[in-house]
T-cell receptor, first 111, second 116 residues
Framework: GENVEQHPSTLSVQEGDSAVIKCTYSDSASNYFPWYKQELGKGPQLIIDIRSNVGEKKDQRIAVTLNKTAKHFSLHITETQPEDSAVYFCAADLGYQKVTFGTGTKLQVIP | NAGVMQNPRHLVRRRGQEARLRCSPMKGHSHVYWYRQLPEEGLKFMVYLQKENIIDESGMPKERFSAEFPKEGPSILRIQQVVRGDSAAYFC??????????????FGPGTRLTVT
């Protein structure tokens, strides 16, 4: 099955700085890579996703890059704000509707 | 358009009792997924259902756990004879009918099960 590794497990940045979270996956057949934000006591919320036929996607302060050859993808958050503080999960999907999640990154944005 | 609804939000059961977790997908969504999240861990896939069909249950423990998504009503995740190790947050997600193989999963707020 698919295995997704995520780093770092915790990340602290100053408000206004950038944050980068990296993930690797094992199955080269994975073709869909969503990123979720989970706030305390809530369910995960999709913030951005990328398909295997795209190398980069941007949505305002959030961007995701995908390197299929190296089997890794990254989330970039620019101009971080305190409300960005949450746990972020990367995930990979083989296309069988069974999403494999990373172990999460706890992001703390310090005002 | 209401989001994915789950109830109860918190459930306490004694060892040996049964736990029933309910999930109502978003309007128009015909696919439901259940995940389990242990403290400080990521979400683990349990089961994928469509109306009246279990599509993939490869993440479900072989015993005590079952899931259904009837023609009418919410999806139910049922845990019989609960043990302390079942304590976790259980999340339901739903997605619309597949179009070109692409979809998004929308998560509910979860049910936090505590077994005493």
């Amino acid at each position: 099955g698919e295995n997704v590794e995520q780093h770092p497990s915790t990340l602290s940045v100053q408000e206004g700085d950038s944050a980068v979270i990296k993930c690797t996956y094992s199955d080269s057949a994975s073709n869909y890579f969503p990123w979720y934000k989970q706030e305390l006591g809530k369910g995960p919320q999709l913030i951005i996703d990328i398909r295997s036929n795209v190398g980069e996607k941007k949505d305002q302060r959030i961007a995701v890059t995908l390197n299929k050859t190296a089997k890794h993808f990254s989330l970039h958050i620019t101009e971080t704000q305190p409300e960005d503080s949450a746990v972020y999960f990367c995930a990979a999907d083989l296309g069988y509707q069974k999403v494999t999640f990373g172990t999460g990154t706890k992001l703390q944005v310090i005002p | 358009n209401a989001g994915v609804m789950q109830n109860p939000r918190h459930l306490v059961r004694r060892r040996g009792q049964e736990a029933r977790l309910r999930c109502s997908p978003m309007k128009g969504h015909s696919h439901v997924y259940w995940y389990r999240q242990l403290p400080e861990e990521g979400l683990k896939f349990m089961v994928y259902l469509q109306k009246e069909n279990i599509i993939d249950e490869s993440g479900m423990p072989k015993e005590r756990f079952s899931a259904e998504f009837p023609k009418e009503g919410p999806s139910i995740l049922r845990i019989q004879q609960v043990v302390r190790g079942d304590s976790a947050a259980y999340f339901c997600a739903s997605s619309p009918r597949l179009a070109g193989g692409y979809y998004e999963q929308y998560f509910g707020p979860g049910t936090r099960l505590t077994v005493t």
